[in-house]
């Protein structure tokens, strides 16, 4: 009995900061934002409570672009789970097949994911520069000059040129994720497989891709929440311009804060996308209810 009290004592030693500093800087911030979002407040003068009016002003007589701003972010979520893991996957098969250089590419793929987004927003303002841009200049020599224009500047194409450097700068993260589950499933699976007579592409869709379900759900969770709530890279890029084209919840929520000082309505914003987050969890988790394969 002392022992197993020590071994507690022991384990709430070691928990508990962790735990503080999480509620520090997770859990007690978004208690504050909660509060804040109840509230007509700049900052810095009175504060006014005002109950939920900060969330009913973000769909009734919404001037300032929020709800363009969420079919912004759930565009770029259905294009992250539907064109970005796809993508990841079959590099991630190709990959695992054991090519020549192998780890070379395991790397090349990966390298966007560890530079700086500012970096990276940055490089893209470049290639999409509209008079010495590398895009423009490629167009120009291919003789699809009549296709230059300035990509991020225009509202039907600044999108999508943004979500183009989304799926450029995380593949490879889903990519590596998904070749490590693949590495992880025996060898003697495939050779009976082939003994019976399977192709590659048998292979593929009746063991590989059902023996890492589990890893496809983390990879559709990450790439579903993570473009919810997508900042960096798209104010890097556009700041949700032009006219709210690239407008997403935390581009907006950053604005409307720090640049409108608008600190009551910027924080209902703020939860509005903690909720939307996680409710697709939620959701996902019921989706991926398929039981976990063991070997």
């Not at 030693?13 to 911030?29: G, K």
């Not at 890492?212 to 890097?236: E, Q």
């Not at 929520?253 to 987050?277: A, P, R, V, W």
Request: net charge positive.
């Amino acid at each position: 009995m002392n022992k197993v009290f020590s071994d507690k004592k022991a384990i709430f030693l070691f928990v508990f900061p962790a735990f503080l500093v999480f509620f520090m800087i997770i859990i007690l911030p978004i208690f504050f934002s909660a509060y804040y979002s109840t509230l007509d407040w700049n900052g810095i003068g009175k504060a006014t409570f005002i109950g939920i009016q900060n969330y009913i002003n973000l769909f009734v007589n919404n001037t300032d672009g929020f709800v363009m701003s969420i079919k912004n972010s759930f565009i770029v979520a259905l294009l992250s789970v539907f064109v970005q893991v796809p993508l990841a996957l079959i590099l991630a098969l190709v990959i695992a097949k054991g090519i020549k250089w192998e780890g070379l590419f395991r790397t090349v793929y990966f390298i966007p994911v560890i530079i700086s987004t500012t970096v990276i927003g940055q490089l893209w303002m470049k290639i999409y520069q509209p008079k010495y841009g590398m895009l423009n200049n490629i167009l120009d020599i291919v003789g699809l000059d009549f296709l230059k224009h300035n990509w991020l500047a225009t509202p039907e194409t600044a999108l999508g040129s943004a979500f183009f450097v989304i799926i450029w700068q995380y593949i490879g993260y889903h990519m590596l994720l998904l070749y490590s589950g693949i590495k992880a499933i025996p060898t003697t699976i495939y050779e009976a497989a082939e003994v019976d007579g399977a192709n590659n592409f048998q292979k593929a869709t009746r063991i590989t891709i059902p023996l890492i379900l589990p890893m496809l759900k983390v990879c559709v969770t990450f790439a579903l929440v993570g473009s919810l709530k997508t900042f960096d890279l798209i104010y890097v890029l556009t700041k949700g311009g032009p006219i709210h084209a690239t407008e997403v919840p935390t581009t907006l929520m950053f604005s409307t804060i720090f640049l409108q000082n608008k600190y009551g309505y910027g924080s209902s914003m703020s939860i509005f996308i903690i909720l939307e987050c996680l409710v697709f969890t939620i959701f996902l988790q019921k989706v991926f209810k398929a039981e976990t394969i063991t070997y």
